[in-house]
């Protein structure tokens, strides 16, 4: 009954879906420098939960849009503006009770949506975001090394950086493959069992 919406000034509206009244309002406050783009809200049961460029995932009631918990996936740290950068653009992914967040500039963790507690956390930067599938959640790098972590946090299954440098998509499971597209367009299919390349169009 309640529409999501993100934007790119930093606020989390929630708008009433037969309507478009405005239930509630959430303003994050933007850092002075922040990454072009935006993440895209979840929706589960009665709660939305949504990531900021100020590192932050957060957790709402869907419904009155109070805060439940917020959690921290990246520190700004260095002196300048751009250092400083930690936006969480890309898209967040969830599986059962846990959601997967990447930062720029920071980490992919897996969080708890039943407090927000940290379950485990690596360092990755990302703009991407996450995805999962066969027991692995997939993040790219900001130089396009494709990363496979176990969602027990159980530590790396695969890395892949032979398409280093050429732009890439968020990866997104296909049956047993995991995709992702280039910045020159193509589309390359890799193993959700070890990385190695079994595809390209």
């Known amino acids: 009954k309640v529409v999501a919406v993100q934007t790119y000034d930093g606020k989390l509206f929630g708008l009433d879906f037969n309507?478009?009244?405005?239930?509630?309002?959430?303003?994050?406050?933007?850092?002075?420098?922040?990454?072009?783009?935006t993440g895209t809200p979840l929706v589960?049961?009665?709660?939305v939960y949504a990531g900021f460029a100020n590192g932050r995932v957060m957790a709402f009631d869907i419904?009155?849009?109070?805060?439940?918990?917020?959690?921290?996936?990246?520190?700004?740290?260095?002196?300048s503006d751009i250092e400083r950068i930690v936006d969480i653009d890309g898209t967040m992914s969830m599986q059962g009770d846990q959601l997967f967040a990447a930062a720029y500039q920071g980490r992919v963790v897996a969080i708890d949506i039943s407090d927000g507690s940290r379950?485990?956390?690596?360092?990755?930067?990302?703009?991407?975001?996450t995805s999962v599938g066969f027991g692995n959640v997939y993040v790219v790098d900001d130089d396009g090394t494709i990363y496979a972590y176990l969602a027990s946090g159980q530590g790396l299954r695969w890395d892949q950086d032979s398409l280093?440098?050429?732009?890439?998509?968020?990866?997104?499971p296909i049956l047993g493959y995991v995709a992702v597209v280039d910045f020159e367009g193509y589309l390359h299919f890799l193993s959700q069992l070890d990385g190695e390349f079994v595809g390209r169009a």
């Open 19 to 37: 309507t478009g009244q405005r239930l509630w309002i959430y303003n994050s406050n933007l850092p002075i420098l922040t990454i072009r783009g």
């Open 44 to 47: 589960k049961d009665s709660k």
């Open 63 to 79: 419904s009155t849009g109070s805060i439940l918990w917020e959690t921290r996936v990246a520190i700004a740290q260095g002196r």
């Open 119 to 129: 379950v485990w956390q690596r360092e990755v930067s990302s703009i991407s975001g």
């Open 164 to 172: 280093r440098y050429r732009d890439l998509s968020r990866p997104t």
